[in-house]
């Protein structure tokens, strides 16, 4: 995802420049009978005020740069690349950059007659298809669908975009059929140090970081930070730690012609064969095949 986030620091950096409030842009980039995809770039910071909408379709937004704050019913969450945003059609929400400015998402609208469709043609259906919660954490699940819709945001083709939607969905309906623990909402100071958190893991994802680093970084014990960091993301840190680094990979395997074991090393695995063995888990292909895979879309 790094020319996803490059472009986010660069709108971010464009508007501190020209001093101009903060905004979102969508880019259409594909739709279908049912459905429609954009490429949502939001500059909003701390000194802008949260802004309430509501949502005109089942939403399934994939967070691929930058941190934000989503409140809709029944909680409030902390969305960080690698989660997805859950949104029920005609449901009011709230979407706030407290600890941190701008964030970009690859974001699935869907007629509700067609998601009602898919879900029953996916063998989902068990009454209301209403989602009972506003997260889906960064699980390797969806590692391969947000790498391919990264990919397609930025490029030229458009074939990736309708068996995403169909799989984006039913995959999203699975993740988000599990009951939800009860449990204290997480204090404002602690999403701010989680927040903080991510945004070092994200820019600096190839760092020797570690659990000791990581919550020195924070201010924080090791205990509290390692059960804040989840309770606040949904993840542990080396889960959100892993899947930055496979990000990153990733993405420049598909723009560049550097060699795999260099891409390795840059992004944080000190073994070639366990860089391997990671990539194939998360994307379901070797780095090599992920590559080619990559320049046959482009050719």
Same mark, same amino acid.
């Given at each position: 995802?790094?020319?996803?986030?490059?472009?986010?620091?660069?709108?971010?950096? !464009?508007?501190?420049?020209?001093?101009?409030?903060?905004?979102?842009?969508?880019?259409?980039?594909?739709?279908?009978?049912?459905?429609? @995809?954009?490429?949502?770039?939001?500059?909003?910071?701390?000194? *802008?005020?949260?802004?309430?909408?509501?949502?005109?379709?089942?939403?399934?937004?994939?967070?691929?740069?930058?941190?934000?704050?989503?409140?809709?019913?029944?909680?409030?969450?902390?969305?960080?690349?690698?989660?997805?945003?859950?949104?029920?059609?005609?449901?009011?929400?709230?979407?706030?950059?407290?600890?941190?400015?701008?964030?970009?998402?690859?974001?699935?609208?869907?007629?509700?007659?067609?998601?009602?469709?898919?879900?029953?043609?996916?063998?989902?259906? /068990?009454?209301?298809?209403?989602?009972?919660?506003?997260?889906?954490?960064?699980?390797?699940?969806?590692?391969?669908?947000?790498?391919?819709?990264?990919?397609?945001?930025?490029?030229?083709?458009?074939?990736?975009? *309708?068996?995403?939607?169909?799989?984006?969905?039913?995959?999203?309906?699975?993740?988000?059929?599990?009951?939800?623990?009860?449990?204290?909402? $997480?204090?404002?100071?602690?999403?701010?140090? @989680?927040? !903080?958190? @991510?945004?070092?893991?994200?820019?600096?994802?190839?760092?020797?970081?570690?659990?000791?680093?990581?919550?020195?970084?924070?201010?924080?014990?090791?205990?509290?930070?390692?059960?804040?960091?989840?309770?606040?993301?949904?993840?542990?840190?080396?889960?959100?730690?892993?899947?930055?680094?496979?990000?990153?990979?990733?993405?420049?395997?598909?723009?560049?012609? $550097?060699?795999?074991?260099?891409?390795?090393? *840059?992004?944080?695995?000190?073994?070639? /064969?366990?860089?391997?063995?990671?990539?194939?888990?998360?994307?379901?292909? /070797?780095?090599?095949?992920?590559?080619?895979?990559?320049?046959?879309?482009?050719?």
């Amino acid at each position: 995802m790094g020319k996803i986030a490059v472009t986010l620091k660069q709108a971010l950096a !464009q508007r501190e420049q020209e001093g101009v409030p903060g905004g979102t842009s969508a880019r259409p980039l594909a739709s279908g009978a049912g459905w429609d @995809v954009a490429d949502v770039l939001c500059t909003f910071g701390p000194r *802008d005020r949260p802004f309430e909408e509501r949502h005109d379709g089942v939403r399934i937004a994939m967070v691929v740069a930058g941190s934000f704050g989503y409140r809709a019913a029944p909680r409030r969450e902390l969305l960080t690349p690698g989660t997805l945003l859950l949104g029920n059609n005609g449901d009011c929400f709230e979407c706030g950059h407290r600890h941190g400015a701008g964030d970009r998402c690859v974001a699935f609208r869907y007629a509700p007659a067609y998601f009602e469709k898919l879900a029953v043609d996916a063998g989902l259906a /068990s009454g209301s298809f209403d989602f009972k919660r506003t997260r889906v954490p960064s699980l390797r699940a969806f590692s391969p669908l947000i790498a391919r819709a990264c990919a397609g945001a930025s490029g030229s083709d458009s074939t990736v975009w *309708d068996e995403l939607a169909v799989e984006l969905a039913a995959a999203t309906l699975r993740a988000a059929g599990a009951p939800l623990r009860a449990e204290a909402p $997480a204090s404002a100071a602690a999403w701010s140090r @989680v927040a !903080q958190t @991510v945004g070092l893991i994200d820019d600096t994802p190839g760092a020797p970081h570690t659990l000791a680093s990581l919550a020195a970084a924070a201010g924080l014990s090791e205990f509290y930070f390692l059960r804040t960091f989840q309770r606040v993301t949904g993840v542990t840190p080396h889960q959100y730690l892993l899947r930055s680094r496979l990000r990153a990979a990733a993405q420049r395997l598909q723009d560049g012609g $550097a060699k795999v074991v260099d891409i390795a090393l *840059d992004c944080g695995f000190n073994d070639l /064969s366990n860089f391997n063995h990671a990539f194939r888990a998360e994307f379901a292909a /070797s780095p090599r095949a992920w590559r080619a895979w990559g320049r046959a879309r482009r050719a």
